[in-house]
T-cell receptor
Framework: GENVEQHPSTLSVQEGDSAVIKCTYS??????FPWYKQELGKRPQLIID?????GEKKDQRIAVTLNKTAKHFSLHITETQPEDSAVYFC?????????FGTGTRLKVLA | KAGVTQTPRYLIKTRGQQVTLSCSPI?????VSWYQQTPGQGLQFLFE???????NKGNFPGRFSGRQFSNSRSEMNVSTLELGDSALYLC???????????????FGPGTRLTVT
C-alpha cells in the first residue's frame, strides 16, 4: 500500500547547526509534499510545501527539495534555534488523501 | 478568519460505547479530512469529505464512520469503542480544486479521546 518513510525518528543538533530530515514515498501519483511542525500539545502547523513540478523551495531558514525520480524529499533547517525543537512530519498527497511519515523529533540544544 | 475548530476537546469513554466528534472547517473550506494520531503510529488518515461526499478513506474498520453537512461541518463517529481507539483525533480543512489537485490542509486542535 501507499506509505511514506521518514528518517531519522529523532535528531539532536547544536543551536546554530543545520538539520536535515528525509522522506521517501511510494505512490507515484503523489504530487504535493507538505511539511508540518507539531509542538507539544499543539496542532500540526504547515511550515513549507512543494509541488511536483518544482525541485526546491526555500523560505528563510527552511528549505525543501524534491527528487521525483527517486521519490525522495527532504526538509533542511539552517541556523537552528531552540524554538525549532518540535516533531516534524512529512506527507505525500495524491488523490484526496495525505499519507504522513511517522515524524522526526528534533531537539535543538542550546 | 477563524481557524478549524473541534469539539469536544477531551472525552473519556468506556469500552463498548460510541462517540461522535465534530469539526468546523475554516470559512469557505469545503474539504474536511480526519486523522487519528497515536504515539506509535503517527498520523493515520481516516477519511476525506467534500460537498457531503466521502471521496477517500483509510484502512480503518467500519466502526469508524463520518459525514459532512451542507455547511461543510463534519462529524466522525466511532462505535463499539476499544481501548486501542484512545488517540488524538484531528481534522483538517482545505480549499481544494474540485478536480482533486493539490491543496493545503489546516488542522484543528484535536479531540483527545480516552477509552477506559
Amino acid at each position: 500500500g501507499e506509505n511514506v518513510e521518514q528518517h531519522p525518528s529523532t535528531l539532536s543538533v547544536q543551536e546554530g547547526d543545520s538539520a536535515v530530515i528525509k522522506c521517501t514515498y511510494s505512490d507515484s501519483a503523489s504530487n504535493y509534499f507538505p511539511w508540518y511542525k507539531q509542538e507539544l500539545g499543539k496542532r500540526p502547523q504547515l511550515i513549507i510545501d512543494i509541488r511536483s513540478n518544482v525541485g526546491e523551495k526555500k523560505d528563510q531558514r527552511i528549505a525543501v527539495t524534491l527528487n521525483k525520480t527517486a521519490k525522495h524529499f527532504s526538509l533542511h533547517i539552517t541556523e537552528t534555534q531552540p524554538e525549532d525543537s518540535a516533531v516534524y512530519f512529512c506527507a505525500a498527497s495524491g488523490t484526496y488523501k495525505y499519507i504522513f511519515g511517522t515524524g522526526t523529533r528534533l531537539k535543538v540544544l542550546a | 478568519k477563524a481557524g478549524v475548530t473541534q469539539t469536544p476537546r477531551y472525552l473519556i469513554k468506556t469500552r463498548g460505547q460510541q462517540v461522535t466528534l465534530s469539526c468546523s472547517p475554516i470559512s469557505g473550506h469545503r474539504s474536511v479530512s480526519w486523522y487519528q494520531q497515536t504515539p506509535g503510529q503517527g498520523l493515520q488518515f481516516l477519511f476525506e469529505y467534500f460537498s457531503e461526499t466521502q471521496r477517500n478513506k483509510g484502512n480503518f474498520p467500519g466502526r469508524f464512520s463520518g459525514r459532512q453537512f451542507s455547511n461543510s461541518r463534519s462529524e466522525m463517529n466511532v462505535s463499539t469503542l476499544e481501548l486501542g481507539d484512545s488517540a488524538l483525533y484531528l481534522c483538517a480543512s482545505s480549499l481544494p480544486p474540485a478536480s482533486g489537485g493539490t491543496y493545503e490542509q489546516y488542522f484543528g486542535p484535536g479531540t483527545r479521546l480516552t477509552v477506559t
